[in-house]
């Protein structure tokens, strides 16, 4: 069964050709390690909530954008081992986050239902 990481950050809007940069540099990694797809998105209609938002979740400020991205492995095992990889991986070292990482939230999911 297919397993999903889930990201949601929030990146400064004037850094988008960084974010892309960096979001395809990580892509290369994860795939070597067994991702099947890495999918990157840029908010463009991503509303403030009165009790929850993904602008409140990532505590986005007024010059950032909402950004959600999503990892595609095989299985969770195969997750597992990939992260465990990627993490260690030196290239990891001297790439640079071009957000705020404390404010990123993500999570691993069981795919349930595929349409």
Request: hydrophobic share 40%; charged share 30%.
């Amino acid at each position: 069964m297919k397993y999903i990481d889930g990201f949601v950050a929030a990146v400064p809007t004037d850094k988008q050709k960084e974010y892309l940069r960096h979001a395809r540099d990580a892509a290369v990694i994860f795939k070597e390690f067994g991702a099947l797809d890495v999918v990157e998105t840029w908010g463009d209609d991503v509303p403030d909530g009165k009790l929850t938002s993904f602008p409140m979740a990532v505590q986005r400020k007024p010059d950032e954008t909402v950004v959600f991205s999503w990892v595609t492995w095989p299985s969770r095992a195969a997750r597992d081992e990939g992260m465990k990889k990627f993490m260690e991986d030196p290239r990891l070292q001297n790439m640079q986050m071009p957000f705020d990482g404390k404010r990123m939230i993500y999570g691993g999911f069981q795919v349930i239902l595929e349409a």
